[in-house]
């Protein structure tokens, strides 16, 4: 092992352990209020984990070479003439392969199959969602009533621990149905109703935190930024009680 | 008058242009007779606008020069060929591939500038929350009209410009195979460059570039001038594809193996397959959704039996390959560059090209990641992200050979050298950003976010917008013939790499913490983050004033270029700069490799003699 290769050996090394360091103390999201946003967030973590390694390589090799080997000399000296061997590009191959394969497997392929489950279990409830420009309707068709983020006091609110399924849909053009706090999304179609299954297991309110609200989050026209509606997790009893005054 | 009769050809152009839109107009009012009263106001205008651009498109086309230099060929009449050899050329249909090349990097060029000077609008917008300047519908059109712009000037300003430019000279071609579509395939553009003008004035597009019906049905008629011109180009992009393919193919000087081309002309050929392959399928799409405007068919319209999900795949099946339209020729450039101012082989070259020719394949196969909320089947998540991810594997082959190239190497810190080395860093992030967005999981959350928009910034704007500058400032001297000052060249790159990383990396968080992208109005919680990029991103583009003093003082009182500035060994710098009409004053043979350095013994790249500083 030459010099330099053991100068970057131990700068890849420091980058690599002060960005692990690093990335276990900071927090990258707002807090997770459903199942799903724990999922999401310890997904988002693993890429994190797997990333900083990687970064820390190109970079390490990247900056010394930059500084070490810059020539200040005779402009036409030539370098070494190095040529590709098999040797190096097996294991760059091999490293970067098994890297990849890990990433789909985990937590591409694992993290999709825990919603994908968490989606499969009984549902305690429905709620439908229908985008139209540039205001949200929640329909709570058990109930008998629907709110509508039109009338400035509409919300829509959830009880804590149910597992609830948003049927959704479009009247007009697409929309998405995002709500950053459980960290789920989906398109709202015209013509076609499609499904985001979400466990909330926070309290929280869109007067405390901005992540509790519906955001449209696919281009709809002028007013698309304000195609929000508030969000409020609330417990079972405080639901059972909003209902009331809904009916 | 000399002056005046440069713009002849332009003018006969737009005479052309006049009448067939008068031509068109009156066929479009006989047409219009046979729509259903019901639907008249709405469509009437459109039918105009559609056929009257149709016949102007024409008109311009055969009064500019497609009649006088190539249709009288048809109906057996002499063409008449460009006589001028001065400054009015550039203004004229000329099918020198270089006066083509060049046509084409002041377009661009200043399209870009004026595609930046949108972002900076967009960014007083979002200085602070709330509605100031634009308002929401402004917005939505400036910010439009920023994205299709910079991916004209992303798409066309390697492969239109410097390809146009270097690669018949890097393969000792004395012109491209079809010069005439060649010159097609410029002037077509300005037509492109007037329509998205004109949008603001018919209602603007609230779409975003990217166009997704029903909302595209439905809106102002800005929108079906914007189809109009995405079409138009895409028309432009198959063309020079097209050429690029044959010309790479059939054109090269005795001794140019496949094995020796420079790595910019295998990565130019990667590109050109793409356009001329996906290309169409965008082109259809756009071809759906003005006929749902202007004849009223339903393609897309649920209620009618059509389907808005289709027009996402056929986008993206056009549209993520067209990256890779942009980054392929760019990488070329990255690698060209590092090879030559290391003064080392190219690292791994055979494995570079077996990685061009794999992201060719590749890109065509992934392009339903970016519908992975859209409400597709939920059986298409997992082969879109294991394709998506495999890309990374060819990707990082060509870090390996930027990163093994300048290893003990001798580099020379050029102010093209250090483009090429902010390149490896900017894409690092946005290469590894794009895994997240790639994985299904954190993409639910992140996709249509800040994030996104930071990632993309990352891979364009820090990779391909950095290759361009990376390849402007190393074949200045070959295009110009004049040397710009090193001194103003690294204080463009020093100011624009910092900027460029503090505009962009904030806006990675501001999308974790739940912002949204494509909106003119955002929660005060971002505020004070957004204030941060705006105030960066305006020193982001004040560091292009280095880049346009330096490059318009060099090329008109710069000093004289020599042939070969930087000693390199590829053929384009082995002829004066600029070259000749006919390139090379005798025809090149190729004897070697292109990138022999460090073996004395080694035969020249080409004959006569290479890699050396003169001639
Ligand atoms: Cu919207
Ligand atoms: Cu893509």
Redesign the pocket.
């Known amino acids: 092992m030459s010099r330099d290769g053991v100068v970057v050996g131990l700068i890849w090394l420091i980058l690599t352990v002060a960005g692990e360091a690093l990335a276990w103390n900071v927090e990258f999201f707002p807090s997770a209020a459903a199942d799903q946003a724990i999922i999401i967030d310890e997904s988002f973590a693993m890429l994190v984990r797997l990333a900083i390694p990687v970064m820390a390589f190109v970079i390490a090799m990247l900056v010394y070479s930059a500084l070490r080997f810059r020539h200040r000399g005779d402009p036409l000296e030539d370098g070494p003439p190095t040529q590709a061997n098999k040797k190096v590009m097996g294991a760059w191959f091999g490293v970067t392969t098994a890297l990849t394969v890990l990433m789909i497997i985990n937590p591409g392929i694992t993290g999709l199959n825990e919603l994908w489950e968490l989606a499969d279990e009984p549902v305690d409830m429905v709620i439908e969602i229908e985008g139209s420009r540039f205001f949200w309707r929640a329909g709570y068709s058990e109930y008998g009533f629907s709110t509508f983020s039109g009338n400035p006091t509409d919300e829509l609110v959830l009880p804590i621990g149910a597992h609830v399924r948003f049927d959704i849909t479009s009247v007009d053009v697409l929309h998405s149905f995002w709500i950053p706090a459980f960290r789920m999304k989906i398109d709202a179609v015209p013509g076609m109703t499609t499904v985001v299954h979400v466990r909330a297991t926070e309290l929280g309110d869109y007067r405390d935190d901005i992540n509790f609200r519906v955001q449209c989050a696919e281009l709809c026209g002028v007013l698309h930024g304000q195609m929000t509606m508030p969000v409020r997790v609330v417990t079972q009893l405080e639901f059972e009680a909003w209902v009331t005054t809904k009916q | 008058m000399a002056a005046l009769s440069a713009f002849k050809a332009i003018g006969r152009g737009l005479l052309g242009a006049a009448i067939g839109l008068a031509i068109g107009w009156g066929l479009a009012l006989l047409l219009g007779a046979a729509i259903p009263a019901d639907d008249a106001t709405i469509r009437k205008p459109q039918v105009i606008i559609a056929v009257g651009y149709l016949f102007a498109l024409i008109g311009w086309l055969l009064g500019v020069g497609l009649w006088s230099g190539w249709a009288r060929e048809w109906l057996r009449l002499p063409t008449m060929e460009l006589t001028e050899t001065d400054w009015r050329r550039y203004f004229r249909f000329s099918l020198d591939h270089k006066v083509i090349g060049l046509q084409y990097l002041v377009t661009f060029v200043v399209l870009m500038l004026l595609a930046g000077v949108l972002a900076l609008v967009v960014r007083v917008e979002l200085a602070t929350p709330g509605e100031d300047i634009l308002g929401a519908d402004g917005f939505n059109t400036v910010m439009g009209l920023h994205g299709i712009m910079m991916i004209a000037v992303a798409v066309a300003t390697i492969t239109g410009g410097l390809a146009n430019y270097l690669v018949p000279l890097m393969i000792g071609a004395e012109d491209v195979a079809f010069p005439r579509v060649n010159a097609l395939s410029y002037w077509i553009v300005p037509p492109v460059a007037i329509l998205l003008i004109l949008t603001p004035f018919f209602g603007g597009f609230d779409t975003g570039w990217t166009a997704y019906p029903p909302l595209s049905v439905v809106n102002a008629n800005g929108q079906l001038l914007f189809l109009l011109a995405f079409l138009t180009f895409g028309l432009s992009s198959i063309f020079g594809g097209l050429n690029f393919t044959t010309t790479i193919l059939k054109l090269r000087a005795p001794g140019m193996t496949l094995m020796r081309m420079p790595i910019f002309v295998w990565s130019v050929l990667g590109a050109s397959l793409i356009a001329v392959t996906a290309t169409q399928f965008v082109a259809f799409g756009l071809l759906m959704v003005i006929l749902d405007r202007v004849v009223g068919t339903s393609f897309f319209d649920a209620s009618k039996g059509g389907d808005p999900l289709l027009y996402e795949h056929i986008f993206?099946f056009y549209s993520?390959p067209a990256?890779y339209v942009m980054i392929l020729p760019g990488f070329g450039i990255e690698l060209e560059v590092i090879s030559h101012f290391s003064r080392k082989p190219l690292f791994g070259y055979k494995y570079v090209v077996g990685s061009i020719l794999a992201i060719v394949f590749l890109s065509m196969i992934?392009?339903a990641?970016?519908l992975f909320t859209s409400g597709m089947q939920d059986f298409l998540l997992i082969p879109f992200m294991a394709t998506t991810e495999v890309i990374s594997i060819p990707t990082g082959v060509i870090f390996l050979a930027a990163l093994a190239t300048m290893w003990r190497g001798r580099l020379r810190l050029t102010t093209a050298m250090l483009f090429a080395i902010g390149v490896v860093f900017n894409f690092l992030i946005g290469g590894v950003t794009g895994i997240f967005l790639a994985d299904v999981p954190t993409d639910i959350h992140l996709q249509e976010n800040y994030f996104t928009v930071a990632h993309f910034h990352y891979t364009i704007m820090g990779g391909e917008i950095f290759m361009i500058m990376a390849g402007l400032y190393y074949w200045f001297p070959k295009i110009t013939g004049r040397m710009f000052s090193e001194t103003l060249g690294k204080l463009h790159f020093v100011t624009m790499f910092v900027f460029f990383q503090l505009t962009f990396l904030p806006m990675f968080w501001v999308g974790m913490q739940g912002m949204n992208r494509r909106v003119a109005d955002y929660n005060v919680e971002f505020g004070d983050l957004n204030q941060i990029i705006s105030i960066m991103s305006y020193l982001l583009g004040a560091s292009f004033i280095f880049m346009v003093i330096n490059m318009v003082r060099a090329w008109f009182g710069g000093e004289r270029a020599v042939g070969n500035p930087w000693g390199a060994r590829t053929l384009e710098w082995q002829t004066t700069s600029p070259p000749p009409v006919e390139n090379f004053d005798a025809p090149p043979e190729v004897t070697g490799d292109p990138y022999g350095y460090g073996t004395p013994e080694a035969p020249a790249h080409s004959s006569p003699a290479t890699g050396t500083v003169g001639n």
């Open positions: 993206w993520h990256v992934v392009w990641h970016h």
